[in-house]
């Protein structure tokens, strides 16, 4: 920047701009917005905004504020500025006291004008922190405005598709870099939405009823994942939106102790680091990426979740066989996932303050009918099963494994959001991430088993929904998963009645004598039993009705068998 002369000196002999500027009065010589700024300075330099200099530069800046429609004193003060600009210098009003040899405190008079500059955008204020003098800028726009020779204008926002976002991360970039207030950022952005009222994002985020901090939140993180797929943001990268230090305390205060209301709409939530939700990052909601990002194709792969959507019109009715202490478990079961009375219960749960999530844990030996009874439930209740596939969340790349099994959760909610009513999540064979927790793990499958682990929990603190497990392995439950199932229902190997009457269910030809011999001879479970039908349909289908005897039932029954001391059985869970 230029330094305070010593001592002020005189306007030198301009009488080459005198002449000129009768040449333009006169018509001789035609006068451009470049070369009208160069005079202005030429002549202001060192001049103290004398009323000699306002004489002398009469045609030059009553050229410049006609154009620009500005006042006289703004002509001044913006050449000045693009001056310094096009030098990429951010000057202040010290430096241009400094260039008129004049005190601040003159200059400062004019404050109003050179804010009202900053209004209509021709002036960018910056202030890297609060303790920095306030310096002001010409946009990149303005400049070109000049080499044009035209008026310089705002630029319109009406637009549609990506460029909306991309048009906010303009603005929301120029505050980053400090080049825009907090307020001036916020008028960019209204006039931004005004300009694309009709657009879908713009219209669905104003039918929320957010105050204008939180829509700016919002489409901050709406910004990141559409148009570089940040999942993801920290709370520093939300900050800076905020140029009032009471502000950013108040904002990030709310995002930590979750009382912002955007937390309280379920628009957003905290990311993970590392199997545990994170107090630092922060990301939209599934519900509110279905929401507002509908027409950007913002989705999950159902190739990236490993699961699959089991339609409850498509499931087979099958009668299943328990002892009573066991139909009774599952009869409330039924009568719960009635949508009235689930409903019902959901609302209740609601007022009283406590956890919406319905979780079940089904355990017990293999093919004791475990996933079949998840089936039959969801058949009589009209709701769809997601069945997650546990192998194959697993990945063999660390870190995989914890986004895989987020997925998941962000999925159902996804579905849940889209059905009619609240589908059933099943973790089918689940003792691979119920287990218990590993003390003290260092390896890195270690970690990646435990953060699994702590997103499930996590997941299941929050779950709205319904959500089953089976397990064959119960012993080797985790205390907490245990604490968070509401429903714990044991499956046991089914008795001698009622494995006659499994036998007489699924092969209807036999006698009550055969099938009473077959459940007495054969300690079979349910899945054991199936195996043996579907073989013998497979051999009627092949062969015909005259195939299937006692002595080929007896024979697969021993096939079943493995060994003959029956001590490994194959099944279902």
């Not at 726009?141 to 048009?167: D, H, V």
């Not at 355990?363 to 004791?368: A, F, N």
Request: charged share 30%; aromatic share 8%; net charge negative.
């Amino acid at each position: 920047m230029r330094k305070l002369k010593v001592q002020k000196l005189q306007v030198a002999d301009n009488s080459d701009l005198q002449e000129r500027a009768e040449k333009i009065k006169s018509g001789d010589e035609k006068l451009t917005m470049l070369s009208a700024i160069n005079n202005i300075l030429e002549l202001a330099e060192d001049s103290g905004l004398s009323t000699e200099f306002f004489e002398l530069a009469d045609t030059y800046i009553k050229y410049v504020s006609e154009l620009q429609d500005i006042t006289p004193i703004q002509a001044v003060m913006l050449s000045f500025f693009i001056d310094e600009s096009v030098c990429c210098n951010r000057a202040s009003i010290s430096d241009l006291a400094r260039f008129l040899c004049c005190r601040a405190i003159r200059v400062m008079e004019y404050q109003t004008e050179l804010e009202e500059l900053v209004v209509r955008g021709m002036l960018y204020r910056t202030q890297r922190n609060r303790f920095e003098t306030t310096a002001y800028v010409a946009p990149h726009r303005m400049i070109e405005s000049l080499n044009k020779n035209e008026p310089y204008q705002k630029i319109s926002y009406a637009c549609n598709g990506i460029k909306l976002f991309q048009y906010f991360y303009d603005i929301t970039h120029l505050r980053f870099e400090e080049c825009l207030s907090s307020k001036l950022m916020m008028e960019e952005v209204i006039r931004l939405f005004e300009e694309n009222r009709d657009c879908y994002y713009v219209k669905t985020l104003k039918s929320l009823g957010l105050s204008e901090d939180d829509e700016l939140i919002i489409t901050h993180l709406s910004r990141h994942l559409v148009l570089s797929g940040t999942d993801s943001l920290s709370i520093d990268h939300m900050l800076f939106l905020f140029d009032d230090p009471h502000d950013r305390n108040d904002f990030g205060r709310s995002m930590e102790d979750g009382s912002n209301e955007l937390f309280k709409r379920g628009l957003i939530e905290r990311a993970f680091d590392g199997g545990f939700r994170s107090r630092e990052e922060y990301r939209l909601s599934d519900k509110a990426r279905t929401l507002l990002l509908k027409e950007y194709n913002i989705k999950i792969s159902d190739n990236e979740v490993h699961c699959d959507v089991i339609k409850s019109n498509q499931i087979v009715s099958k009668e299943l066989y328990f002892e009573t202490h066991v139909q009774q478990q599952l009869q409330g079961m039924a009568e719960l996932l009635t949508e009235e009375h689930y409903q019902n219960i959901c609302t209740r749960l609601k007022e009283k303050g406590l956890r919406l999530g319905i979780a079940c844990l089904f355990y017990g030996l293999p093919g004791t009918g475990k996933t079949e009874t998840v089936m039959q439930l969801a058949r009589r209740s009209g709701r769809d099963i997601m069945q997650v596939n546990i192998s194959q969340v697993k990945s063999m790349w660390v870190g995989e494994s914890e986004k895989n099994i987020k997925a998941i959760f962000d999925r159902y909610r996804s579905i849940a959001m889209r059905s009619a009513k609240m589908p059933i999540l099943l973790f089918n064979e689940a003792d691979a991430v119920i287990g218990k927790r590993k003390e003290g793990a260092d390896g890195a499958v270690e970690k990646m088993e435990n953060a699994i682990q702590n997103i499930i929990l996590q997941e299941m603190e929050s779950l709205d929904g319904i959500m089953i497990a089976t397990t064959n392995l119960v012993q080797n439950l985790d205390k907490a998963f245990e604490r968070r199932f509401l429903y714990k229902v044991k499956f046991e190997k089914p008795t001698d009645e009622q494995r006659r009457n499994i036998w007489k269910s699924m092969m209807p030809i036999l006698g009550d004598d055969v099938a009473g011999r077959l459940a007495n001879c054969y300690d079979f479970s349910g899945g054991q039993i199936e195996n043996i039908a579907r073989r013998c349909d497979i051999e009627t289908i092949l062969h015909g009705e005259e195939a299937i005897n006692e002595e080929r039932i007896e024979m697969y029954c021993q096939e079943e068998l493995i060994d003959r001391k029956n001590k490994a059985k194959i099944g279902f869970v």
